[in-house]
């Protein structure tokens, strides 16, 4: 899977993550999509991917794989923190 067709879930208005996950199935034509998230966006990663394949490309696109794992960095205070991650790879039926 080409590295452009990865979405970084973050703290934008959630339908700019909606859409560009419908722009990569549509303008691209993508034959896949990963959805990327950590912390507390992970929720949020998961309801773009379902708004996405539910409402917007309902019967045309698929949860393939679900990932999920955990980082660990340092943060600014020089604590280890570690942080879930979860990755999110839709695909055409």
Known sequence: MAEDNSIFVGGKPFMNYVTAVVM???TKNAD???IKARGKFISRAVDVAE???KRFLDGQIEPKEIRVDS???QNKEG???RVST???ILGRK
Do not use: D
Request: proline share 0%.
């Open 24 to 26: 990569q199935f549509t």
């Open 32 to 34: 896949e999509v990963l």
């Open 51 to 53: 708004v996405a394949a």
């Open 71 to 73: 980082e660990e960095f």
């Open 79 to 81: 604590k280890q923190v």
């Open 86 to 88: 979860i990755e999110i």
